[in-house]
Structure formats: C-alpha cells, structure tokens
C-alpha cells in the first residue's frame, strides 16, 4: 500500500520559515519524481515546486522561487521542501505527490499518489 505523508505544517509569522517533509512508503521512491502543491480555500490545487528522481532537475513556481528549496533524500523515501521568507500569501494546505511517468510533472494530474496535506497558515 502506497503511502505518502506530510509534516511540518503550522502557524508562523511573515517572515519566518517552515520545512515541510514527505515521508513515502510501499513504493521505490528512487522511481518517482516528487512534487509539493497547494491549495488555497477556494482555489485550484497550484504546483509549487517539484524534483526528478535523481535530483537532477529542480523546478520550482515563480511565485516561490528564491524563497523555497526542495530537497530529496531517496535512501531515506523522504523529501523536504524549505519555506523561508514566507508571505500570507503562502498559506495553504501543502500536499506532496509521486509521479511514476512524467519524469517532473506540473500538473497535478500528472501525479499517481498523494498525502493527505499539511495546513500552513502564515499571518501578516
């Protein structure tokens, strides 16, 4: 059974940071791109950053870029997304997916499996 799960979501303060990790479990993680999205109440589900198998190739939105680092550590089935500089803005339900096919999906369609999301609300 294939099981992603997120952590490190909470309140913070504009300004601060947050690292947000994704354990995976009953898959080879080493197989699947890996990618962070978010969802604001009443929005689309909106790609936030995203990284290949081997590391090789990192992507991240424009909205987040200079300010998120998505990392992945495939001995361990784990990846973290570091959220520094963090705006009101950001706030979100943040959720990681696993993508078997597309190497490096933007699109949330593009992923097979998902966790159940982590709440991060960042207050002006």
């Known amino acids: 059974q294939v099981r992603l799960e997120e952590s490190g979501g909470g309140l913070v303060q504009a300004g601060g940071s947050l690292r947000l990790s994704c354990a995976a479990s009953?898959?080879?993680?080493?197989?699947?791109?890996i990618g962070w999205f978010r969802q604001a109440p009443g929005k689309e589900r909106e790609f936030v950053a995203g990284?290949?198998?081997?590391?090789?190739?990192?992507y991240n939105a424009d909205s987040v870029k200079g300010r998120f680092t998505l990392s992945r550590d495939n001995a361990k089935s784990m990846a973290h997304l570091q959220m520094n500089s963090l705006k009101p803005d950001d706030t979100a339900v943040y959720y990681c997916?696993?993508?078997?096919?597309?190497?490096?999906?933007?699109?949330?369609?593009?992923?097979?499996?998902w966790g159940q999301g982590t709440q991060v609300t960042v207050s002006s």
């Open positions: 997916g696993a993508d078997r096919v597309h190497g490096l999906g933007l699109r949330a369609v593009d992923y097979d499996y």
């Open positions: 990284i290949s198998r081997n590391s090789g190739s990192i």
């Open positions: 009953g898959l080879t993680f080493s197989t699947y791109a």
